[in-house]
């Protein structure tokens, strides 16, 4: 048994129980006890390195400007960067098919490239080359298979020559796409990575030294339709076979920092170029494991390059204000200079480094497995092999908890072993029920907020989150730690307060390793997230080991401390890069998933990856209960901010230049229905309003009164026509949210995509063709729907069919059909077999849906009175589609 550290009372006391070694009678409490008023100051240390870690988060380089260009002759300029992005920006949106993508865009681009091409180096040279391009593929996106055909979209195509082109040939692809969704500029996404690659392509040309290989950029001008002319270009281009590496600019945010958040696959030599090149690091390989698994709805071409190309690369995007994403907030007003020069400085870095290298002569020969790669906080950045992470992962976690037992057991002499292992295992059951507890406790929070009507109050103001989830989540896992405590901890016990404290911090080391070990063996090199926070308390405990301060007083504690302010900056940088991302997100699931339930569990997470290893510290507390009671106020006010006060309102306009919009889509839609013999059987109008978020109905109600809407699947459509002849412009989406239905007047639809039957053609006893013909060259989408009895089994559109999609009962073949410069008719087959020899009836039901984007000018006088009616806090996207349906 130890003696006590402090001086004995001289003072008699009544023969008791000794609890606590180290008592100071004096006082009734362990010397080892701090101020209840720690207990706050440890959630202002938490705030206060939050904070931190927000601003290096946001922190971005200066500028460059023109007047640089004397001491930087061979620099990243942003202000000539921002000037080209500034020209495509004020085109305004550039949908595919559009004007302003076709010829605005693509004009601007030929003519900045020619400037280039004048003003670069005598020794260097570029090529440029024009593709208009058509095909197509099958997609399969959110388990939803579908043909995605492309007639005539544009590719504004650059090879800077190297060195290599007489003899190898091999290039570096930088690729970017200049057009935009409906509705938005976008500054963002992407034409501020073209305005990027533009002044990549002038700096690079104007060096003297020719680079070792060809740098193709490739500016390509339909990836929101989606990824079409990177497909065209890397399945036709005749450089797509030079290509042996790629970096995608992309983007799911406005401004902020580029994250590299894909790479290879199995090309650890792509993230070496990165480590050794770029200036300003931000990567985390689990942003890669996260976005390849589907909870994010998006993709990039980067997908088009590894897939189909087979091609190795890197995926950089921005993340932050993912609110303006998609919206007209997507705009240049939002995307100042640093922006432009961080990204620019880090590409411009690594085109260069991999431009030069060797790796580019034989690809195949560095493919050597997967890479664990992340930076901290953009100070350093760190990668390694798979394999040497899973040794570092299973050494870590080992050594984590086998040190501070060896050192507690030094301490004690060897004598309380068993003592030290079961506050061992008391740590790791608070640690693993807490975390329980708190999850289920922010699952109700997130039910009863949702039941009362005030869904997302943390949508616009990310704050609340701490309170209505963060602080009730703290408090669960306080509170399970103290009944773990009076439950299974020993009222017995020889060792004293300090000692104890540490062996329950050695049961967090013990849940996080086999959480760390579990994660490394199924394969997932996310594993490194918690090997980083392991691995600061294991460094805390070799020094308090090695220093004897075992059974000091507040020694120990200090080293702790000190440490884990170090893993408080790692894991609140996961708690920004965590809500900046799934936050904005939220705004554009459907109604059908509660997000707040969503939010709710990473704010669980985050808070017992931050916390865990300050929650035992709570029983050096003299009193727990100011901390308590603190979590208890803060977790209150914040249910009343959320619940009962504007602070709660989930939406916000542009007042204060932080705009967070609700998103909807509207659409004033005809259909027209045709019978087989080709005559009208009827026709009706009015618009369809797309449900977005968990609190679009109660908007888009309020938009249409005094009218009614009628939910999608319940119009009278859906009792006989394909699909409910909605106007599906995108069937991964559309079919997956809520759409509603309100009649009115017909819009004005003055050209739209029209089919026609040429020939039908006996195949044999079951099998007929179809010859069809498609007239119009519009952004447009095809059901095709085999009648009862009948089946697709080929046609002319791709040399592979779709699985079908279901929908409202029904089963159809998905086609989504995008034009970019104007074409002539298309003419598609269909081969369908009928279990009837001979049959001479319908076989096939097609819907074709016309969707006209930036149709502003042909808009009612009811459909503008409509969209007046949407409120300022909210994006809406307007189209105007006309519905075909027709029996063959």
């Given at each position: 048994?130890?003696?006590?550290?402090?001086?004995?009372?001289?003072?008699?006391?009544?023969?008791?129980?000794?609890?606590?070694?180290?008592?100071?009678?004096?006082?009734?409490?362990?010397?080892?006890?701090?101020?209840?008023?720690?207990?706050?100051?440890?959630?202002?240390?938490?705030?206060?390195?939050?904070?931190?870690?927000?601003?290096?988060?946001?922190?971005?380089?200066?500028?460059?400007?023109?007047?640089?260009?004397?001491?930087?002759?061979?620099?990243?300029?942003?202000?000539?960067?921002?000037?080209?992005?500034?020209?495509?920006?004020?085109?305004?949106?550039?949908?595919?098919?559009?004007?302003?993508?076709?010829?605005?865009?693509?004009?601007?681009?030929?003519?900045?490239?020619?400037?280039?091409?004048?003003?670069?180096?005598?020794?260097?040279?570029?090529?440029?080359?024009?593709?208009?391009?058509?095909?197509?593929?099958?997609?399969?996106?959110?388990?939803?298979?579908?043909?995605?055909?492309?007639?005539?979209?544009?590719?504004?195509?650059?090879?800077?020559?190297?060195?290599?082109?007489?003899?190898?040939?091999?290039?570096?692809?930088?690729?970017?796409?200049?057009?935009?969704?409906?509705?938005?500029?976008?500054?963002?996404?992407?034409?501020?990575?073209?305005?990027?690659?533009?002044?990549?392509?002038?700096?690079?040309?104007?060096?003297?030294?020719?680079?070792?290989?060809?740098?193709?950029?490739?500016?390509?001008?339909?990836?929101?339709?989606?990824?079409?002319?990177?497909?065209?270009?890397?399945?036709?281009?005749?450089?797509?076979?030079?290509?042996?590496?790629?970096?995608?600019?992309?983007?799911?945010?406005?401004?902020?920092?580029?994250?590299?958040?894909?790479?290879?696959?199995?090309?650890?030599?792509?993230?070496?170029?990165?480590?050794?090149?770029?200036?300003?690091?931000?990567?985390?390989?689990?942003?890669?494991?996260?976005?390849?698994?589907?909870?994010?709805?998006?993709?990039?071409?980067?997908?088009?390059?590894?897939?189909?190309?087979?091609?190795?690369?890197?995926?950089?995007?921005?993340?932050?204000?993912?609110?303006?994403?998609?919206?007209?907030?997507?705009?240049?007003?939002?995307?100042?200079?640093?922006?432009?020069?961080?990204?620019?400085?880090?590409?411009?870095?690594?085109?260069?480094?991999?431009?030069?290298?060797?790796?580019?002569?034989?690809?195949?020969?560095?493919?050597?497995?997967?890479?664990?790669?992340?930076?901290?906080?953009?100070?350093?950045?760190?990668?390694?092999?798979?394999?040497?992470?899973?040794?570092?992962?299973?050494?870590?976690?080992?050594?984590?908890?086998?040190?501070?037992?060896?050192?507690?057991?030094?301490?004690?002499?060897?004598?309380?072993?068993?003592?030290?292992?079961?506050?061992?295992?008391?740590?790791?059951?608070?640690?693993?029920?807490?975390?329980?507890?708190?999850?289920?406790?922010?699952?109700?929070?997130?039910?009863?907020?949702?039941?009362?009507?005030?869904?997302?109050?943390?949508?616009?103001?990310?704050?609340?989150?701490?309170?209505?989830?963060?602080?009730?989540?703290?408090?669960?896992?306080?509170?399970?730690?103290?009944?773990?405590?009076?439950?299974?901890?020993?009222?017995?016990?020889?060792?004293?307060?300090?000692?104890?404290?540490?062996?329950?911090?050695?049961?967090?080391?013990?849940?996080?390793?086999?959480?760390?070990?579990?994660?490394?063996?199924?394969?997932?090199?996310?594993?490194?997230?918690?090997?980083?926070?392991?691995?600061?308390?294991?460094?805390?405990?070799?020094?308090?080991?090695?220093?004897?301060?075992?059974?000091?007083?507040?020694?120990?504690?200090?080293?702790?401390?000190?440490?884990?302010?170090?893993?408080?900056?790692?894991?609140?940088?996961?708690?920004?890069?965590?809500?900046?991302?799934?936050?904005?997100?939220?705004?554009?699931?459907?109604?059908?998933?509660?997000?707040?339930?969503?939010?709710?569990?990473?704010?669980?997470?985050?808070?017992?990856?931050?916390?865990?290893?300050?929650?035992?510290?709570?029983?050096?507390?003299?009193?727990?209960?100011?901390?308590?009671?603190?979590?208890?106020?803060?977790?209150?006010?914040?249910?009343?901010?959320?619940?009962?006060?504007?602070?709660?309102?989930?939406?916000?306009?542009?007042?204060?230049?932080?705009?967070?919009?609700?998103?909807?889509?509207?659409?004033?839609?005809?259909?027209?229905?045709?019978?087989?013999?080709?005559?009208?059987?009827?026709?009706?109008?009015?618009?369809?309003?797309q449900e977005l978020d968990r609190n679009a109905r109660k908007t888009i109600e309020g938009i249409a009164m005094p009218d009614v809407v009628t939910p999608m699947r319940e119009i009278p459509a859906c009792e006989k026509e394909l699909f409910c002849a909605i106007p599906f412009y995108s069937i991964w989406h559309q079919v997956l949210f809520e759409n509603y239905w309100l009649p009115g007047p017909a819009p004005v639809v003055r050209q739209m995509v029209?089919?026609?039957?040429?020939?039908?053609?006996?195949?044999?006893?079951?099998?007929?063709?179809?010859?069809?013909?498609?007239?119009?060259?519009?952004?447009?989408?095809?059901?095709?729907?085999?009648?009862?009895?009948?089946?697709?089994?080929?046609?002319?559109?791709?040399?592979?069919?779709?699985?079908?999609?279901?929908?409202?009962?029904?089963?159809?073949?998905?086609?989504?059909?995008?034009?970019?410069?104007?074409?002539?008719?298309?003419?598609?087959?269909?081969?369908?077999?009928?279990?009837?020899?001979?049959?001479?009836?319908?076989?096939?039901?097609?819907?074709?849906?016309?969707?006209?984007?930036?149709?502003?000018?042909?808009?009612?006088?009811?459909?503008?009175?409509?969209?007046?009616?949407?409120?300022?806090?909210?994006?809406?996207?307007?189209?105007?589609?006309?519905?075909?349906?027709?029996?063959?």
């Amino acid at each position: 048994m130890f003696q006590p550290t402090g001086q004995p009372s001289k003072q008699k006391h009544p023969k008791v129980k000794v609890l606590d070694p180290d008592i100071d009678y004096s006082k009734a409490k362990s010397v080892h006890s701090i101020s209840s008023w720690w207990g706050i100051g440890g959630i202002f240390i938490v705030l206060f390195v939050g904070n931190i870690t927000n601003y290096t988060n946001s922190h971005l380089p200066d500028g460059l400007r023109n007047a640089h260009l004397t001491h930087f002759p061979n620099a990243f300029i942003a202000e000539r960067a921002w000037k080209d992005l500034k020209i495509l920006n004020d085109f305004g949106p550039k949908p595919t098919g559009t004007y302003t993508n076709e010829v605005l865009a693509v004009d601007f681009l030929n003519r900045e490239i020619s400037y280039i091409d004048q003003l670069k180096n005598r020794n260097q040279q570029l090529v440029v080359q024009n593709q208009i391009v058509s095909g197509g593929y099958v997609g399969v996106y959110m388990n939803k298979s579908a043909a995605n055909v492309y007639r005539n979209v544009q590719n504004v195509v650059v090879k800077l020559v190297g060195r290599s082109e007489s003899s190898t040939r091999h290039a570096l692809l930088l690729n970017c796409h200049f057009d935009s969704v409906a509705g938005s500029p976008g500054a963002s996404d992407d034409t501020g990575s073209c305005a990027v690659m533009l002044e990549i392509l002038r700096v690079l040309s104007r060096q003297s030294e020719v680079n070792r290989y060809s740098i193709i950029f490739l500016f390509n001008g339909a990836e929101e339709t989606p990824l079409q002319a990177s497909h065209g270009f890397i399945t036709k281009h005749p450089w797509a076979a030079d290509v042996r590496a790629f970096i995608n600019l992309e983007s799911a945010g406005s401004g902020g920092k580029e994250m590299l958040f894909q790479s290879g696959p199995k090309h650890p030599w792509l993230i070496e170029a990165y480590a050794k090149a770029v200036p300003y690091p931000y990567a985390q390989a689990a942003a890669e494991e996260i976005f390849q698994s589907g909870v994010i709805p998006s993709d990039t071409d980067f997908r088009v390059f590894r897939d189909v190309g087979r091609i190795p690369g890197m995926d950089f995007a921005h993340t932050a204000n993912g609110y303006r994403y998609h919206t007209r907030y997507d705009s240049i007003d939002y995307i100042p200079l640093p922006v432009l020069q961080r990204t620019g400085d880090n590409i411009l870095a690594l085109t260069k480094t991999i431009a030069n290298g060797d790796e580019l002569a034989s690809t195949e020969r560095y493919a050597q497995g997967y890479m664990v790669f992340y930076d901290f906080l953009g100070l350093f950045f760190v990668s390694y092999s798979a394999d040497v992470g899973l040794m570092i992962n299973l050494s870590v976690v080992l050594l984590s908890i086998i040190i501070p037992f060896l050192s507690l057991a030094r301490s004690t002499s060897g004598t309380h072993g068993k003592q030290i292992r079961s506050e061992t295992m008391t740590g790791f059951l608070a640690t693993f029920l807490g975390a329980g507890a708190s999850g289920v406790l922010c699952f109700f929070i997130g039910l009863q907020l949702d039941a009362i009507g005030r869904p997302m109050s943390w949508y616009s103001s990310t704050n609340l989150i701490l309170g209505v989830y963060c602080c009730p989540a703290l408090l669960c896992q306080c509170v399970v730690h103290l009944l773990c405590n009076r439950l299974f901890g020993s009222k017995t016990t020889p060792l004293s307060l300090a000692l104890k404290v540490q062996a329950r911090l050695n049961g967090v080391n013990l849940f996080w390793g086999m959480i760390t070990l579990g994660i490394t063996f199924t394969g997932y090199r996310l594993a490194y997230i918690f090997m980083v926070l392991i691995l600061c308390s294991l460094c805390s405990s070799i020094i308090i080991s090695m220093c004897g301060l075992q059974n000091t007083v507040h020694k120990w504690l200090i080293v702790h401390v000190l440490f884990q302010i170090v893993a408080l900056a790692w894991s609140t940088q996961f708690y920004h890069i965590l809500m900046n991302m799934f936050v904005p997100i939220t705004g554009r699931i459907g109604s059908s998933i509660n997000p707040d339930v969503i939010i709710g569990a990473l704010a669980t997470f985050a808070t017992l990856f931050s916390c865990s290893y300050l929650t035992p510290l709570l029983f050096l507390l003299k009193k727990t209960d100011k901390l308590i009671g603190e979590l208890v106020a803060i977790t209150l006010i914040a249910m009343v901010l959320a619940s009962s006060t504007h602070v709660g309102f989930p939406y916000r306009d542009d007042a204060f230049k932080a705009p967070a919009v609700q998103r909807h889509y509207i659409t004033h839609t005809v259909r027209k229905f045709y019978d087989y013999n080709g005559g009208e059987r009827y026709s009706d109008s009015g618009f369809l309003l797309q449900e977005l978020d968990r609190n679009a109905r109660k908007t888009i109600e309020g938009i249409a009164m005094p009218d009614v809407v009628t939910p999608m699947r319940e119009i009278p459509a859906c009792e006989k026509e394909l699909f409910c002849a909605i106007p599906f412009y995108s069937i991964w989406h559309q079919v997956l949210f809520e759409n509603y239905w309100l009649p009115g007047p017909a819009p004005v639809v003055r050209q739209m995509v029209t089919i026609s039957l040429r020939q039908k053609e006996q195949l044999s006893e079951h099998e007929h063709r179809l010859h069809l013909v498609l007239k119009g060259s519009f952004q447009s989408s095809l059901i095709i729907g085999p009648k009862a009895g009948s089946t697709l089994k080929r046609w002319s559109l791709l040399s592979e069919i779709p699985a079908p999609i279901e929908f409202n009962g029904q089963r159809g073949h998905f086609v989504l059909l995008t034009a970019g410069v104007e074409s002539e008719p298309m003419n598609v087959t269909l081969d369908i077999r009928h279990e009837l020899k001979k049959y001479d009836g319908p076989l096939v039901d097609l819907l074709v849906t016309t969707t006209h984007w930036e149709y502003h000018k042909e808009h009612t006088p009811v459909f503008n009175r409509l969209l007046a009616r949407v409120p300022a806090w909210a994006h809406v996207v307007p189209s105007v589609a006309a519905v075909n349906s027709y029996t063959f």
